[in-house]
């Protein structure tokens, strides 16, 4: 059954790529979560680092550090659309990096990265000598004007680890099922070993469900495409409607309109505001008054901002800006 499963996920990971993955570059993961974990595990070594997105997901920070993975942030532009800032890059690297991680499309950022910049990662990501590890849980919700593009389409030009998982385009997270996929073309993963290295971990930990496995191809092939119409049509509302009250709130700012994933980052003006002090303060007094749940952007790298998520029915997250706006307004400063 894993095999079968493994080839439907390498056929469906293959469209519109260069090459053809085969089942043996797909391992089946329960969730993405464990897809990060046998990662990482895989490329530690003594003195290691890893290169993360700041905005970016907390999550690899919290298992590199278990792992003895030193952790190194590049920053995401909010002024260029949250590109890579690819100069940092070359700065921040040394002959300890061993891999750098993206997040396409971007939680906590909500943007997607463009064809011509993926191109430029990936030479900047061979320059260094570096392996890519591609965050792709959100692949293809995408509802604004750039289409998604798999890290993977650059595998010739850099080694890919793409990570993935049914948890997002088809809406069932509690299913625990992803993937790793190895995008290696030219064999520079499994002359280097870490191939062999994530086969021989998945050996010893625990499989994905054998009933939900059996469930993937059905899953992934005859899903309706009616279905992902209906979810990025609502997500994109959503989305338009979360940019467009966030820019009539004075003490708030959007630097982008969300084209994917579920979230957007917004930053606070905390010098607009009379008696909050940081994203912590701010997040915390909202929760308590107005019970309206974002995320402070602190655990993210980015403090002064917050996380919101819009994947929520349209009325209820007029609602939520609704007591949002009562919030900002109860605690701007007098003009």
């Given at each position: 059954?894993?095999?079968?499963?493994?080839?439907?996920?390498?056929?469906?990971?293959s469209?519109?790529?260069?090459?053809?993955?085969?089942?043996?570059d797909?391992?089946?993961?329960c969730?993405?979560s464990?897809a990060i974990?046998?990662?990482?595990?895989?490329l530690?070594r003594?003195?290691?680092?890893i290169?993360?997105?700041?905005?970016?997901f907390?999550a690899?920070?919290?298992?590199?550090?278990?792992k003895?993975i030193?952790?190194?942030?590049?920053?995401l532009?909010?002024?260029?659309?949250?590109?890579?800032n690819?100069?940092?890059?070359?700065?921040?690297?040394d002959?300890?990096?061993v891999?750098?991680?993206?997040?396409?499309?971007?939680?906590?950022?909500?943007?997607?990265?463009?064809?011509d910049?993926l191109t430029?990662?990936?030479?900047?990501?061979?320059?260094?000598?570096?392996l890519?590890?591609s965050d792709?849980?959100?692949?293809?919700?995408?509802?604004?004007?750039?289409?998604?593009?798999?890290?993977?389409?650059?595998?010739?030009?850099v080694?890919?680890?793409?990570?993935?998982?049914?948890?997002?385009?088809?809406?069932?997270p509690?299913?625990r099922?992803g993937?790793?996929?190895?995008?290696?073309?030219?064999?520079?993963?499994?002359?280097?070993q870490?191939?062999?290295?994530?086969?021989?971990?998945?050996?010893?930990v625990?499989?994905p469900?054998?009933?939900?496995?059996?469930?993937?191809?059905?899953i992934?092939?005859?899903t309706p495409?009616?279905?992902?119409?209906?979810?990025?049509q609502?997500?994109?509302?959503?989305?338009?409607i979360?940019?467009?009250?966030?820019?009539?709130?004075?003490?708030l700012?959007?630097?982008?309109?969300?084209?994917?994933?579920?979230?957007v980052?917004?930053?606070?003006?905390?010098?607009?505001?009379?008696d909050?002090?940081?994203?912590?303060e701010?997040?915390?007094?909202l929760?308590k008054?107005?019970?309206?749940?974002?995320?402070?952007?602190?655990p993210?790298g980015?403090k002064?901002?917050?996380?919101?998520?819009?994947?929520?029915?349209?009325?209820?997250l007029?609602?939520?800006?609704d007591?949002?706006?009562?919030?900002?307004?109860?605690?701007?400063?007098?003009t």
């Open positions: 059954m894993t095999v079968t499963v493994s080839r439907v996920v390498a056929d469906y990971l469209h519109g790529m260069p090459f053809k993955l085969s089942e043996d797909v391992f089946l993961t969730g993405c464990q974990d046998v990662v990482l595990s895989v530690a003594e003195g290691a680092n290169l993360l997105p700041r905005p970016g907390p690899y920070e919290a298992l590199m550090a278990y003895g030193e952790a190194r942030h590049y920053d532009v909010p002024e260029r659309g949250w590109e890579i690819l100069d940092q890059l070359h700065a921040i690297a002959s300890n990096t891999a750098m991680v993206i997040i396409n499309p971007s939680n906590p950022c909500g943007t997607i990265f463009t064809h910049h430029k990662v990936a030479e900047t990501a061979k320059r260094l000598g570096l890519i590890i792709e849980v959100y692949a293809h919700i995408v509802f604004g004007e750039k289409p998604f593009i798999p890290m993977g389409f650059f595998a010739s030009t080694p890919v680890l793409t990570l993935g998982s049914i948890s997002k385009k088809w809406m069932v509690g299913w099922i993937w790793i996929a190895t995008c290696d073309p030219d064999g520079i993963l499994r002359k280097s870490i191939t062999e290295g994530i086969k021989k971990l998945m050996n010893i625990v499989d469900a054998t009933i939900a496995q059996a469930a993937i191809p059905q992934i092939e005859k495409k009616d279905f992902f119409q209906q979810t990025l609502l997500l994109g509302h959503a989305a338009d979360c940019y467009d009250r966030i820019q009539k709130l004075d003490v700012y959007c630097p982008a309109k969300p084209e994917g994933s579920m979230f980052m917004v930053k606070i003006n905390i010098s607009g505001l009379v909050i002090r940081d994203d912590i701010f997040s915390a007094m929760a008054e107005e019970s309206v749940i974002v995320l402070p952007g602190s993210l980015l002064y901002w917050i996380r919101v998520t819009f994947a929520i029915s349209p009325s209820v007029e609602e939520g800006f007591r949002i706006a009562a919030f900002c307004m109860r605690h701007a400063k007098n």
